[in-house]
């Protein structure tokens, strides 16, 4: 800009000695662009249940996040690498994260750094960055993730033999810094250092073995090479044993049991879960190609993780799923989440039925695959047995709220509504909108109007009653059956017990 002045000063000072008339120049330097100053990303990405949530101004490409972790004292140091982009002139902007931070290095060049709230790191660059412009941000910190406190919980779980990082929608603020919303997908390096004889396992593949560093210390890395959302990024520390295969199409498979499980339960565990190459690829067939690079699953010590959650290319499950013995039905659950959920992820949090309706309704679909009780039997129980007054009919799936965002409308009702889509459609119609969904969409972000769209468009009919009924309207909806199943007695389909079982537990994220 400097230069394009000075040349204009000297094209004016030509003119007016040429006898020209010089006030067209006044006119050419007003018509110069005029750029506002740089100014701060915003708190939040604007999420209606979860407003401070992730932040505006830049979007993130990769984290590279390297910790080490002393389970004896659950103490975490790390440092945390951003690769982002920035989405305006930016002046500072906003990282969710709870530990002590060190230092902050913003392109190179060391940035002050303050918190603001509970959960946010507030920075401010040497230099401010351009609209379009690369940022490279690096965070040194440090702290005991266990006594940190944010909206009203600690989600680090600190197990007898080390922790697990896992939970939804809060996880990332307690062991990396992040634009913490599914909306800002990235990729993944992360490498953890766990004294020697521990397990680190963390999402993806491996692209290289454990290595053995100084003073008693491993480290593990893992890599996850497709667009992620940060509440999906997982570590889980301990003592594991750990099983390897590959699925027909050559994914590898990296399962892994904690070494506290007792006989009987690490028996009932790994009946279920060693089918996992069997279950994804039945899921191919139903919801198309499966989107990641690796596949698996891991099984908790008792009475530490209280849940399941899908976490990318490998979820994790709590001990108490596989109490009554086996249970493939939550495995099924959390690998369609691979599809719904995660190659999938919701634009905001309003629309979690996409990710729970479908995964439930994939346990419906193994139900009656394997001769367990159809579709429309579990369907038709459901409807039966939920009295009028029911969270399941009082709640909108489609805008739950916060506290009913895992709650029976969300899974239940959710697969509910896929299976009237699935009456109203047809088989070929409702089959080529599931995989037609997550072609379209994969690694990206979706809402529930898009779905409907979709619908409509490839069964060429007016679906908005449906879906108005569905899941957009508090109140248990009118089935043309209505009547016939008042009169009929409920019998519970034989894989009831264990998606009931499964849910339950599903519940408590």
């Known amino acids: 800009m400097r230069r394009l002045l000075v040349a204009l000063t000297a094209t004016a000072l030509t003119l007016a000695g040429s006898g020209v008339a010089a006030e067209a120049t006044p006119a050419r330097v007003s018509a110069l662009p005029h750029r506002a100053a740089p100014a701060p990303g915003g708190p939040g990405v604007g999420d209606e249940y979860y407003p401070d949530y992730g932040n505006s101004g830049y979007d993130v490409s990769h984290y590279d996040i390297r910790v080490r972790y ?14 982002a982009t920035a989405t305006q002139d930016l002046s500072r902007f906003n990282l969710d994260f709870l530990l002590d931070v060190s230092s902050v290095r913003v ?12 959960h946010e790191l507030v920075v401010t660059p040497a230099r401010p960055v351009a609209d379009g412009g690369a940022m490279t941000v690096v ?3 440090a702290g005991v993730p266990s006594t940190e406190v944010a909206a009203g919980f600690t989600a680090w779980i600190k197990t007898p033999d080390g922790a697990m990082a896992i939970g939804e929608p809060e996880i990332a603020w307690w062991w990396y810094p992040s634009n913490d919303h599914p909306s800002d997908k990235a990729t993944f390096d992360v490498s953890v250092s766990v004294p020697d004889g521990v397990e680190a396992i963390s999402n993806g593949v491996m692209p290289r073995p454990p290595v053995r560093e100084t003073l008693g210390y491993t480290r593990w890395s893992w890599r996850s090479l497709k667009p992620q959302a940060t509440y999906l990024t997982f570590i889980t520390i301990g003592q594991y044993d750990v099983t390897t295969d590959t699925t027909e199409g050559g994914v590898p498979v990296y399962n892994a049991y904690s070494q506290l499980l007792s006989q009987d339960f690490r028996d009932a565990a790994q009946s279920s879960v060693e089918r996992t190459a069997e279950v994804i690829e ?63 992820s919701v634009e905001q949090w309003k629309h979690i039925w996409l990710n729970e309706g479908f995964a439930s309704y994939a346990e419906w679909l193994w139900s009656e695959k394997n001769g367990e009780g159809t579709a429309q039997e579990i369907f ?24 009913q965002l895992f709650g029976d409308a969300v899974y239940d009702r959710g697969a509910m509504t896929l299976h009237q889509l ?8 409702f089959y080529e909108i599931l995989q037609t969904w997550t072609a379209d969409n994969r690694y990206g972000n979706v809402t529930t109007d898009e779905f409907i769209a979709l619908a409509e468009k490839i069964s060429g009919k007016d679906l908005g009653a449906l879906f108005d009924a ?17 009169r009929k007695a409920p019998v519970a389909p034989k894989s009831w017990a264990k998606i009931s079982e499964t849910h339950e537990l599903l519940h408590q994220h």
């Not at 392109?107 to 509970?118: C, I, Q, S, W, Y």
């Not at 989107?291 to 209280?306: R, S």
């Open 70 to 83: 002393t389970p004896a004292t659950d103490r975490l140091t790390g440092t945390t690498t951003i690769l």
């Open 107 to 118: 392109n190179n060049r060391p940035a002050t750094f303050t918190r603001v709230g509970e």
């Open 139 to 141: 965070v040194q910190y």
């Open 282 to 344: 039945w899921e191919s067939t139903v919801f198309g190609p499966y989107p990641f690079e690796a596949v698996g699953g891991i099984v908790a010590a008792p009475d530490t993780l209280g849940f399941a959650l899908e976490n990318q290319t490998r979820p994790n499950y709590a001990a108490g799923f596989f109490r009554r013995g086996s249970n493939t039905s939550v495995v099924v659950h959390e690998l369609a989440h691979q599809w719904f959920g995660d190659s999938l």
């Open 380 to 403: 038709d129980f459901l409807y039966a047995t939920n009295p009028d007054d029911a969270l399941i009919w009082t709640t909108a799936p489609a805008d739950p709220g916060v506290a």
């Open 422 to 429: 699935r009456l109203a459609v047809g088989d070929d119609d």
């Open 470 to 486: 569905w899941v957009f309207t508090p109140e248990k909806p009118v089935v043309a059956a209505t009547a016939a199943l008042a």
